[in-house]
């Protein structure tokens, strides 16, 4: 059985259609990069972890993906902040475009094949900016290279605006200028002001708008026509707006097949953003959570709908991972004896069925416009399967259906996590080590303390004290801190505090 057709929802069209790559086995796919001038913040996770799976589950299906994401390292934004900080503002934008790679790294996202930065095109744009002006599509001012969308009919073919809901610059990143010929044209080029960085061009020294950058560098690396482009919801307009007017007076033949935009991170049900002041970086979570639990967490809404940050979501999510990694750390202790053993069998039947029924609807949902909150759901299938089989492995060899139940489930859950991009780097007890420190950070308490409570516990229940026990079982509970009394003696984990 082969996998289903894969549907994404297209921005353009308002509606799903079946991916149709341009070029057979190949998929070109430029997505929206940062403006690195602070730490990024949980919705650039939410965008670039949307758009890592994507990337990942096209490999998957056995696409060869160019995948772009670039740096708008020149911007208002960074040369206020350099001026501000007295700091070369690529100096500035350098340092927290690095930032931005080890905070997507530690949330597993795969390097795209191209990242390119602004500083480094800035003749590919002013050859954009002079094939648009010959066209017809620009004019200039005192220095200053603006679009004419007068004489582009087609503005706001992607956004589905009317003219007059149009904000002036584009983006709230300029501020009004009368001189221009409708108050909704965009800047290509602008004049060097002092203090500014600024290169030479036709039109006198200056810098690129912000607009024109993508539509540079996405024909630079994946010409005219391409399959993919993607970005924040925000972007649609005005930036995308603007890139597909460019391309198009630039190149008539320009075409993205599907336009893909991705849901903000809410906070207090009010978009998350720098501007506003009321967001959380990449780092500041994951200080406090573990960076798996951060990505289950935005990979339990889909990719379109917003995401309402809690710390109540994040605990949650956390204790799902600790799940999933204690079920296989398990699982690899009872296997580890019959590693090297070439057993040799079939499948059980009843576990051969729920594993085809597993892999059947993860391609049937991914399929579908990526939908991972339901594929997180049905993992919890094959990890209770995992876990009960478990119960009744005694680590004899005439338990070879065990075995063979337990290596085919593990199989299944590694093969879906990497696709996911759940399946950390470091060892399973690496892991569960790491979540346990961020639970114990949390609680603000250390393994020490917690032992020393547990035997605490241990002595007041020798002396019947049940009481005593009870509370102290409840203090560490109402932390995160959750006591397992087993065969062996007493043992913690973190768990979901109570509301």
């Not at 934004?77 to 905070?103: C, G, T, W």
């Amino acid at each position: 059985m082969g996998n289903p057709q894969l549907v994404l929802f297209n921005s353009m069209s308002k509606q799903k259609e079946v991916f149709k790559t341009r070029v057979e086995g190949q998929v070109s796919m430029y997505v929206c990069g940062i403006t690195p001038y602070d730490f990024s913040h949980i919705g650039h996770a939410r965008a670039y972890v949307a758009f890592d799976i994507l990337y990942r589950y096209l490999k998957h299906l056995g696409y060869e993906v160019k995948y772009v994401r670039n740096f708008t390292d020149i911007d208002d934004k960074i040369i206020k902040r350099a001026n501000e900080s007295r700091e070369d503002p690529l100096s500035l934008s350098r340092r927290f475009s690095e930032a931005f790679l080890q905070d997507v790294a530690e949330l597993r996202c795969l390097p795209p094949t191209h990242e390119p930065r602004v500083s480094d095109h800035i003749e590919q744009i002013k050859d954009m900016i002079t094939k648009i002006m010959k066209n017809g599509y620009g004019y200039t001012m005192e220095g200053d290279v603006y679009f004419s969308i007068d004489n582009f009919p087609d503005y706001c073919q992607l956004s589905g605006r009317k003219l007059d809901d149009n904000r002036a610059g584009g983006g709230g990143r300029v501020s009004v200028d009368l001189r221009k010929q409708n108050p909704a044209d965009f800047a290509l080029w602008k004049a060097a002001k002092p203090g500014e960085p600024s290169w030479d061009s036709p039109w006198g020294p200056g810098r690129p708008g912000w607009h024109i950058e993508c539509s540079a560098m996405s024909a630079q690396y994946l010409g005219d026509a391409f399959d993919i482009h993607g970005g924040g919801k925000d972007l649609i307009f005005p930036h995308h707006e603007n890139e597909l007017a460019q391309s198009r007076a630039a190149c008539p033949e320009h075409k993205v097949s599907y336009w893909m935009h991705n849901g903000f991170v809410n906070k207090d049900n009010q978009k998350m953003s720098k501007s506003d002041d009321n967001f959380f970086t990449i780092r500041d979570i994951i200080a406090r959570y573990h960076p798996l639990a951060l990505r289950f967490f935005l990979m339990r809404t889909h990719y379109r709908s917003d995401v309402n940050y809690s710390d109540r979501q994040l605990e949650t999510a956390s204790d799902r991972v600790f799940y999933i990694y204690q079920t296989l750390y398990e699982c690899q202790q009872a296997l580890s004896p019959f590693r090297q053993e070439n057993i040799q069998g079939q499948v059980p039947a009843d576990i051969k069925e729920l594993i085809d029924k597993f892999h059947s609807d993860f391609s049937a949902s991914m399929s579908d416009d990526l939908h991972t909150a339901a594929v997180l759901d049905d993992l919890m299938e094959p990890l209770k399967a995992i876990n009960s089989n478990l119960k009744k492995f005694k680590g004899k060899k005439q338990q070879r259906p065990l075995i063979l139940t337990l290596l085919a489930l593990e199989k299944e859950v590694a093969d879906v996590l990497g696709i996911l991009g759940l399946l950390s780097g470091s060892s399973c007890a690496e892991v569960l080590q790491q979540l346990k420190d961020k639970a114990l950070s949390r609680a603000g308490l250390t393994e020490e303390q917690v032992l020393q409570l547990i035997e605490d516990r241990n002595l007041a229940r020798k002396n019947k004290e049940y009481e005593t026990s009870d509370e102290i079982r409840k203090e560490l509970y109402d932390k995160g801190i959750a006591l397992m009394d087993e065969p062996k003696g007493t043992v913690w984990r973190p768990s979901e505090p109570p509301e």
